[in-house]
Protein backbone atom coordinates (compact mmCIF):
# COMPACT_ATOMS: atom_id res chain seq x y z
CA UNK A 1 0.00 0.00 0.00
CA UNK A 2 2.73 2.39 0.82
CA UNK A 3 4.71 1.71 -2.48
CA UNK A 4 1.14 2.44 -5.10
CA UNK A 5 0.57 5.63 -2.97
CA UNK A 6 4.42 6.81 -3.60
CA UNK A 7 3.62 6.10 -7.06
CA UNK A 8 0.56 7.58 -6.66
CA UNK A 9 1.89 11.26 -5.56
CA UNK A 10 4.68 10.59 -7.68
CA UNK A 11 2.72 10.76 -10.78
CA UNK A 12 2.04 7.70 -11.72
CA UNK A 13 -1.68 7.37 -12.03
CA UNK A 14 -1.31 10.14 -14.62
CA UNK A 15 1.89 8.99 -16.49
CA UNK A 16 2.14 5.08 -16.01
CA UNK A 17 3.99 4.35 -18.60
CA UNK A 18 6.81 6.10 -17.19
CA UNK A 19 6.59 4.86 -13.58
CA UNK A 20 6.95 1.40 -13.19
CA UNK A 21 6.45 -1.33 -10.45
CA UNK A 22 8.95 -4.57 -9.92
CA UNK A 23 7.88 -7.55 -7.37
CA UNK A 24 9.26 -10.85 -7.12
CA UNK A 25 6.63 -12.74 -7.10
CA UNK A 26 3.17 -12.95 -10.42
CA UNK A 27 1.35 -12.54 -6.84
CA UNK A 28 2.29 -9.70 -5.74
CA UNK A 29 2.09 -8.51 -9.47
CA UNK A 30 -1.32 -8.77 -9.59
CA UNK A 31 -2.10 -7.55 -6.00
CA UNK A 32 0.06 -4.65 -7.21
CA UNK A 33 -1.66 -3.91 -10.69
CA UNK A 34 -5.28 -4.28 -8.95
CA UNK A 35 -4.28 -1.66 -6.64
CA UNK A 36 -2.61 0.87 -9.52
CA UNK A 37 -5.90 0.15 -11.51
CA UNK A 38 -8.29 1.49 -8.47
CA UNK A 39 -6.24 4.50 -7.93
CA UNK A 40 -6.30 5.24 -11.62
CA UNK A 41 -10.40 4.82 -11.88
CA UNK A 42 -10.51 6.66 -8.46
CA UNK A 43 -8.58 9.96 -10.15
CA UNK A 44 -10.40 9.57 -13.33
CA UNK A 45 -7.51 8.37 -15.58
CA UNK A 46 -9.25 5.54 -16.97
CA UNK A 47 -13.01 5.35 -18.66
CA UNK A 48 -15.89 3.73 -17.46
CA UNK A 49 -15.86 1.55 -20.07
CA UNK A 50 -14.77 -2.17 -19.34
CA UNK A 51 -15.17 -6.02 -20.22
CA UNK A 52 -14.39 -8.73 -18.00
CA UNK A 53 -11.50 -10.58 -19.83
CA UNK A 54 -10.21 -13.96 -18.28
CA UNK A 55 -12.12 -13.05 -15.47
CA UNK A 56 -10.12 -9.48 -14.90
CA UNK A 57 -11.91 -5.95 -15.68
CA UNK A 58 -9.94 -4.01 -18.01
CA UNK A 59 -11.01 -0.55 -18.40
CA UNK A 60 -10.13 1.84 -21.49
CA UNK A 61 -6.88 3.44 -20.26
CA UNK A 62 -5.81 0.86 -18.47
CA UNK A 63 -1.82 0.01 -18.67
CA UNK A 64 -1.74 -4.07 -19.97
CA UNK A 65 1.39 -6.27 -20.75
CA UNK A 66 1.27 -9.18 -22.90
CA UNK A 67 2.84 -12.42 -21.83
CA UNK A 68 2.55 -14.31 -24.91
CA UNK A 69 3.15 -13.81 -28.58
CA UNK A 70 -0.19 -13.08 -30.67
CA UNK A 71 1.94 -13.80 -34.21
CA UNK A 72 -0.78 -12.12 -36.87
CA UNK A 73 -0.69 -9.03 -34.29
CA UNK A 74 2.78 -8.43 -34.49
CA UNK A 75 2.73 -8.77 -30.39
CA UNK A 76 5.47 -10.24 -28.70
CA UNK A 77 5.92 -11.58 -25.39
CA UNK A 78 6.58 -8.45 -22.67
CA UNK A 79 5.12 -5.73 -25.03
CA UNK A 80 3.30 -3.05 -22.90
CA UNK A 81 0.42 -0.49 -24.40
CA UNK A 82 -2.80 0.66 -23.21
CA UNK A 83 -6.34 -0.02 -23.60
CA UNK A 84 -7.59 2.36 -26.54
CA UNK A 85 -10.91 0.85 -27.15
CA UNK A 86 -13.04 -1.44 -25.85
CA UNK A 87 -16.14 -3.08 -28.05
CA UNK A 88 -18.32 -5.18 -25.83
CA UNK A 89 -20.77 -5.96 -28.77
CA UNK A 90 -17.97 -7.53 -31.06
CA UNK A 91 -16.11 -8.70 -28.17
CA UNK A 92 -12.64 -6.83 -28.98
CA UNK A 93 -9.93 -4.65 -27.45
CA UNK A 94 -7.73 -2.25 -28.96
CA UNK A 95 -4.48 -1.71 -27.67
CA UNK A 96 -2.19 1.30 -28.99
CA UNK A 97 1.49 -0.29 -28.08
CA UNK A 98 4.37 1.46 -26.73
CA UNK A 99 6.30 0.25 -29.06
CA UNK A 100 6.08 0.57 -32.83
CA UNK A 101 6.49 -2.28 -35.28
CA UNK A 102 9.93 -2.30 -37.32
CA UNK A 103 9.78 -1.91 -40.75
CA UNK A 104 9.65 -5.98 -41.43
CA UNK A 105 6.42 -6.00 -39.16
CA UNK A 106 5.20 -3.02 -41.29
CA UNK A 107 5.50 -5.12 -44.52
CA UNK A 108 3.76 -8.25 -42.65
CA UNK A 109 0.58 -5.01 -41.93
CA UNK A 110 1.15 -4.93 -38.34
CA UNK A 111 0.63 -1.58 -36.81
CA UNK A 112 1.40 -0.06 -33.31
CA UNK A 113 -2.26 -0.12 -32.80
CA UNK A 114 -4.00 -4.04 -32.79
CA UNK A 115 -7.27 -5.65 -32.40
CA UNK A 116 -7.59 -8.43 -30.97
CA UNK A 117 -10.32 -10.73 -30.20
CA UNK A 118 -11.03 -10.96 -26.70
CA UNK A 119 -11.33 -14.96 -27.17
CA UNK A 120 -7.76 -14.71 -28.06
CA UNK A 121 -6.61 -13.44 -25.01
CA UNK A 122 -6.60 -16.61 -22.74
CA UNK A 123 -4.85 -17.89 -19.90
CA UNK A 124 -3.15 -14.83 -18.67
CA UNK A 125 -1.88 -13.78 -22.06
CA UNK A 126 -2.57 -10.29 -21.22
CA UNK A 127 -2.66 -8.80 -17.58
CA UNK A 128 -2.24 -5.15 -16.55
CA UNK A 129 0.76 -3.51 -17.31
CA UNK A 130 1.46 -1.40 -13.90
CA UNK A 131 3.45 -4.35 -11.98
CA UNK A 132 5.46 -6.59 -12.91
CA UNK A 133 7.80 -9.40 -11.60
CA UNK A 134 11.71 -8.37 -12.07
CA UNK A 135 12.56 -11.18 -14.12
CA UNK A 136 9.95 -10.07 -16.76
CA UNK A 137 11.59 -6.59 -16.67
CA UNK A 138 15.25 -7.50 -16.98
CA UNK A 139 16.41 -5.45 -19.79
CA UNK A 140 14.40 -2.89 -19.70
CA UNK A 141 14.72 1.00 -18.78
CA UNK A 142 11.92 3.17 -17.12
CA UNK A 143 11.68 6.46 -15.75
CA UNK A 144 11.09 6.18 -12.21
CA UNK A 145 11.45 2.43 -11.17
CA UNK A 146 9.30 1.27 -7.62
CA UNK A 147 10.61 -2.17 -6.21
CA UNK A 148 9.10 -4.43 -3.98
CA UNK A 149 12.05 -6.28 -1.71
CA UNK A 150 11.91 -8.80 1.21
CA UNK A 151 10.17 -11.95 0.32
CA UNK A 152 11.54 -15.64 -0.58
CA UNK A 153 13.08 -14.57 -3.74
CA UNK A 154 15.27 -11.24 -2.61
CA UNK A 155 19.25 -12.52 -3.49
CA UNK A 156 21.61 -9.99 -4.80
CA UNK A 157 21.51 -10.54 -8.23
CA UNK A 158 17.81 -10.03 -8.18
CA UNK A 159 18.19 -6.96 -6.28
CA UNK A 160 20.62 -5.55 -8.54
CA UNK A 161 18.41 -6.35 -11.75
CA UNK A 162 16.12 -3.71 -9.91
CA UNK A 163 18.45 -0.92 -8.50
CA UNK A 164 19.62 -0.54 -12.31
CA UNK A 165 16.22 0.12 -14.15
CA UNK A 166 15.17 3.17 -13.45
CA UNK A 167 17.35 6.24 -15.66
CA UNK A 168 15.73 9.02 -13.17
CA UNK A 169 15.06 7.29 -10.08
CA UNK A 170 14.25 3.90 -8.12
CA UNK A 171 13.19 3.39 -4.61
CA UNK A 172 12.84 0.39 -2.44
CA UNK A 173 9.88 -0.69 -0.57
CA UNK A 174 11.23 -3.46 2.23
Sequence with gaps: NQLVSEWVK????????????MTQTRAEAKHVNQLCQA?????GATKPKS?????KIYHVGDRVMFHKKIHKKGIENGYQGEIKAI?????RVTVVLDRK???????????QEATIA???????????GYAATTHKLQGQSIERAY?????SM??????????????IATKLFI
Design 39 to 43: ARRFE
Design 154 to 167: TNKELTYVQLTRGE
Design 10 to 21: DGGVKEPKTAFI
Design 147 to 151: CLLGG
Design 101 to 111: PNEQKRALGHK
Design 118 to 128: MKDLANDQMTL
Design 51 to 55: AVIQN
Design 87 to 91: DTIKR
